[in-house]
T-cell receptor, first 114, second 110 residues
């Protein structure tokens, strides 16, 4: 069985602060992908990043960075110097096997205040 | 390149009716997946189609069905609508690993 947990229901920060969104994915599978999506008020899910389970190298892309630790099943996502436009619900979504099926976490509502 | 399009964007139906939602994937994408999003259950996978064949199916009753055409466009159908079917229905297309989502169809069942 697999389980994806986003323990933070809501986070509120002031513009320009850094914010980290937590995700824990528990599975017995050794090969899987982890995705982060953003859902602004318009409703459309926007793809942000993808990581493979066999690659624990942390990366930075612009204001986004992610920290993947397979030993603790954590896949955290950080936004540096947050902006009001970053306000959205952020979903962690793992995928195992060859199927395209994504299993979404419950999401974290991020509010960035001006 | 145009993104994933879904029609209609909004729909109001009466309990017991049926509804058909349409999804046009990104050009060149052959895989189309459907998800249901509700406040109570969150985002749940419905089914995935690839080259006109259903490749994977989520845990939904048989009232939910879908199909894919030779041009990769996909439709999903819900028969005998129930109040609980009110949701945002999202379609996603993919070429490789990433799935790209459309704006969704907001279905309200009264």
């Amino acid at each position: 069985a697999q389980k994806v947990t986003q323990a933070q229901t809501e986070i509120s920060v002031v513009e320009k602060e850094d914010v980290t969104l937590d995700c824990v994915y528990e599975t017995r599978d050794t090969t899987y992908y982890l995705f982060w999506y953003k859902q602004p008020p318009s409703g459309e899910l926007v793809f942000l990043i993808r990581r493979n389970s066999f690659d624990e190298q942390n990366e930075i892309s612009g204001r986004y960075s992610w920290n993947f630790q397979k030993s603790t099943s954590s896949f955290n996502f950080t936004i540096t110097a947050s902006q009001v436009v970053d306000s959205a619900v952020y979903f962690c979504a793992p995928r195992t096997g060859s199927a395209r099926q994504l299993t979404f976490g419950s999401g974290t509502q991020l509010t960035v205040l001006p | 390149k145009a993104g994933v399009t879904q029609t209609p964007r909004y729909l109001i139906k009466t309990r017991g009716q049926q509804v058909t939602l349409s999804c046009s994937p990104i050009s060149g994408h052959r895989s189309v997946s459907w998800y249901q999003q509700t406040p109570g259950q969150g985002l749940q996978f419905l089914f995935e189609y690839f080259s006109e064949t259903q490749r994977n199916k989520g845990n939904f009753p048989g009232r939910f069905s879908g199909r894919q055409f030779s041009n990769s466009r996909s439709e999903m159908n819900v028969s005998t609508l129930e109040l609980g079917d009110s949701a945002l229905y999202l379609c996603a297309s993919s070429l490789a690993d990433e799935q790209y989502f459309g704006p969704g169809t907001r279905l309200t069942v009264t």
